[in-house]
T-cell receptor, first 113, second 114 residues
Framework: TQLLEQSPQFLSIQEGENLTVYCNSS?????LQWYRQEPGEGPVLLVT???GGEVKKLKRLTFQFGDARKDSSLHITAAQPGDTGLYLC?????????????WGLGTSLAVNP | GAVVSQHPSWVICKSGTSVKIECRSL??????MFWYRQFPKQSLMLMAT?????????EQGVEKDKFLINHASLTLSTLTVTSAHPEDSSFYIC??????????FGSGTQLSVL
């Protein structure tokens, strides 16, 4: 069974601090995706990483895919209150005939002004 | 980007009644749609995979007679919670599978069963 371990599960920091969220697995994924979700809304795709060792930047967010495509990280620089939300990593599983996303447990981030 | 419309956004119903939630892909055809359930500050739990023109594939522990899924067209899937009870209260989200491993999500439906 493919699993994605996401950590930390909860994070409360002050505005201006940096943080990193990790997503780890013992399995190889063809791609990993990061989503951000606000209360009462559906997740919004932030980025998809496909190539081992890939680094993508989205303003103050930096996403990295491990060389072996088993892990990924999200680093936020100088966090702002607007970054508050639930961050989810997900990887596509090719198990069986059903192609579906395997989800991490999520990281609930609170950035305090 | 692709848009997935989910309705209603929230619904309050009495115990024992049935509730239908619609998920539409507005600008693309989705042969596969997914239905999730989510509790506050927790990750998404996949309930079922809905394929157009065929029966849905339910995850272990999800009652198919309780959560009826219909995917009659390439742009519409529906989830009906039958004989809803308070323990069915939750946030339900649909997503539609586009191309290149991209999923687009609806805005979710908050169901409260009294």
């Amino acid at each position: 069974t493919q699993l994605l371990e996401q950590s930390p599960q909860f994070l409360s920091i002050q505005e201006g601090e940096n943080l990193t969220v990790y997503c780890n697995s013992s399995s190889v994924f063809s791609s990993l995706q990061w989503y951000r979700q606000e209360p009462g809304e559906g997740p919004v795709l932030l980025v998809t990483v496909v190539t081992g060792g890939e680094v993508k930047k989205l303003k103050r967010l930096t996403f990295q895919f491990g060389d072996a495509r088993k892990d990924s990280s999200l680093h936020i620089t100088a966090a702002q209150p607007g970054d508050t939300g639930l961050y989810l990593c997900a990887g596509f599983s090719n198990a069986g005939n059903n192609r579906k996303l395997i989800w991490g447990l999520g990281t609930s981030l609170a950035v305090n002004p | 980007g692709a848009v997935v419309s989910q309705h209603p956004s929230w619904v309050i119903c009495k115990s024992g009644t049935s509730v239908k939630i619609e998920c539409r892909s507005l600008d693309f055809q989705a042969t596969t749609m997914f239905w999730y359930r989510q509790f506050p500050k927790q990750s998404l739990m996949l309930m079922a995979t809905s394929n157009e023109g065929s029966k849905a594939t339910y995850e272990q522990g999800v009652e198919k007679d309780k959560f009826l899924i219909n995917h009659a067209s390439l742009t519409l899937s529906t989830l009906t919670v039958t004989s809803a009870h308070p323990e069915d209260s939750s946030f339900y989200i649909c997503s539609a599978y586009a191309t290149n491993e991209k999923l687009f999500f609806g805005s979710g439906t908050q169901l409260s069963v009294l």
